[in-house]
């Protein structure tokens, strides 16, 4: 007789209520001739005495493509290390004392039970007990109007290994961006030396090398044409370029890009187009600097030598933003 792992469940632990049984299915404690499945509703034959319920560990949630646990926020990986979001445009990364709702805090009341996967339609979206202990901490952080793939740590162990991570470059994150001009050659890097202001709302570039007074950064950015887009009516073009940082200092992509003639298109810190005093002015009309975290990846702080890597597609706004150049709508 062939049914569902969760009928199996159920007949092997009778007095188990079906919601429980489910999440442990979901957690990844129920194990069948050896192998952890986890769909509630796989059909197999009778397991007999191969099927066991594991131990009550915290194990990697099966997220498939992504939970959607808040509008501007899905969560793409969760055990008890890690957890891998991809944050919409319009959202900070982590809390501010201007503004309590963050990626962070909306993944910690996830967590904690006050929030749920808005997807009601699929099987299994509410989060099991066993990852409600689980306290999410910054590890890196995206601007507010940059969209796309982050990570946060789940205990301060492995916040200490993503960060060392971070200062040895080995954390690779790719970043897709849409920009004014057309660069000089189809691939390249770009090396400065950036000095935050005094408000740290903005950086400059500064002719600076690493043993001068001051607190210049070095900033390494690696850039990749994917594609261009003349504008209509002769007003240049819109290049697509891949961008993998060496280094993640504030604003850097923004920055660097500008000095190199690039502008983000959207960018208001770093476009001189979109500086005038009525509007948005510069040559195509976009709510917010178009630049999307497309990929991280990292070696788990809990399992070494095991990399894994994500990626997060470009948002409904950066598509539209695409295709309108592809038919030469802007």
Request: hydrophobic share 40%; charged share 25%.
């Amino acid at each position: 007789m062939t049914a569902p792992l969760l009928h199996w469940v159920l007949q092997r632990y009778p007095a188990t209520p079906k919601s429980r049984a489910k999440q442990w299915i979901l957690a990844g404690r129920v194990r069948v001739h050896g192998a952890i499945l986890r769909q509630p509703h796989q059909p197999i034959p009778d397991p007999g005495d191969a099927l066991d319920l594991l131990d009550r560990h915290v194990r990697t949630l099966d997220c498939g493509a992504g939970w959607q646990i808040h509008p501007r926020l899905a969560l793409l990986h969760l055990d008890a290390a890690l957890a891998v979001v991809n944050k919409g445009p319009g959202l900070i990364a982590v809390p501010a004392p201007d503004a309590r709702l963050s990626a962070l805090s909306i993944l910690a009341d996830f967590l904690a039970g006050r929030l749920k996967a808005r997807d009601r339609s699929v099987a299994g979206k509410s989060l099991p007990a066993v990852y409600r202990d689980l306290q999410p901490l910054p590890v890196h952080r995206l601007d507010k109007h940059t969209s796309g793939v982050f990570c946060l740590a789940m205990n301060p162990a492995a916040r200490r290994h993503l960060i060392e991570q971070l200062k040895t470059h080995s954390m690779r994150r790719e970043y897709v961006a849409f920009v004014e001009g057309r660069p000089a050659a189809p691939q390249g890097t770009w090396r400065h030396w950036l000095e935050l202001s005094a408000d740290e709302m903005r950086q400059r570039i500064v002719a600076r090398t690493k043993d001068a007074a001051g607190n210049a950064e070095e900033a390494i950015t690696h850039y990749q044409v994917l594609a261009e887009y003349p504008l209509a009516g002769g007003r240049g073009c819109v290049t697509k370029l891949r961008l993998r940082l060496e280094t993640g200092r504030k604003h850097q992509i923004r920055v660097q890009a500008a000095h190199a003639g690039l502008p983000l298109i959207g960018d208001r810190a770093y476009h001189p187009g979109y500086r005038a005093r009525h509007g948005a002015g510069g040559r195509v009309d976009f709510s917010r600097q178009a630049l999307h975290a497309e990929s991280l990846a990292l070696e788990h702080p809990a399992r070494p030598g095991t990399r894994l890597t994500w990626t997060a597609p470009l948002p409904d706004d950066l598509r539209r933003l695409e295709t309108a150049l592809k038919a030469g709508r802007i």
